[in-house]
């Protein structure tokens, strides 16, 4: 079974937070794939389905992000999931809005989402980092990760949600570029290489002057006409 893990925090408030994309992009998979209604369990909201031929647990903790490592826990122990299947879709202040990466293992980088499931767990699961940019300064990260998406955000917000969407079978079958190359086909479609050249035109033929008369005589027909 994978297990994928979207994190957050609960309720209304927070729903449309630069710090929820991880829940958004679960409830994405969820809707594009035809998964189970959410319900409650493992102090979170879940759902299942299958990815391509992998059986798929979704997971929404809804401990608040800082304790998300409990939820999670829960979940890993009791199907007794192996880390290398769960993978946790979170926001990414070290990247571009619209940017998404993938990470396998490694440090929780000041995220207290990531850094409670490292308590819990260790650090040998994997990650989808999900950019939503850096305000500029450390002081402003509470704030600015707790505020609702811009409306700037919104297309390349929709466009990376649709590409997830699009592209977790890949994921869920191991297949990171594949994954990732679903998602770029949403938030950088490609060029057409196709351009439109003006139409060669052909030089005009010079066409001979038309005429109404006879065409003039020449000096041997003069001269045999005065012998007529």
Not at 57 to 64: G, S, V, Y
Request: hydrophobic share 35%; with cysteine.
């Amino acid at each position: 079974m994978k297990l994928f893990v979207g994190l957050g925090n609960p309720g209304a408030k927070y729903a449309h937070n630069r710090h929820n994309i991880g829940f958004m992009a679960l409830d994405r998979i969820a809707e594009d794939n035809q998964f189970t209604p959410w319900r409650s369990k493992f102090q979170g909201q879940i759902c299942d389905g299958t990815l391509g031929e992998h059986k798929t647990l979704l997971l929404k903790p809804t401990t608040f992000m800082n304790l998300s490592g409990q939820s999670v826990g829960e979940a890993v122990r009791f199907h007794k999931i192996p880390l290398d299947q769960v993978t946790v879709f979170h926001d990414e202040l070290d990247l571009a809005p619209g940017k998404l990466r993938l990470k396998q293992g490694g440090g929780h980088a000041g995220h207290n989402g990531l850094r409670s499931i490292h308590a819990h767990l260790g650090a040998d699961y994997g990650r989808v980092r999900l950019g939503i940019g850096h305000p500029g300064h450390k002081d402003a990260v509470a704030s600015f990760v707790l505020r609702d998406f811009a409306k700037v955000d919104q297309n390349w917000l929709a466009a990376i949600l649709t590409g997830i969407g699009n592209g977790t079978v890949h994921l869920a079958a191991g297949d990171g570029a594949k994954f990732m190359n679903a998602v770029a086909l949403q938030t950088a479609p490609p060029r057409s290489s196709k351009t439109t050249k003006p139409a060669t035109q052909r030089p005009a033929e010079t066409a001979a002057p038309p005429t109404d008369s006879e065409p003039a005589p020449s000096p041997l027909q003069k001269l045999f006409n005065k012998f007529k």
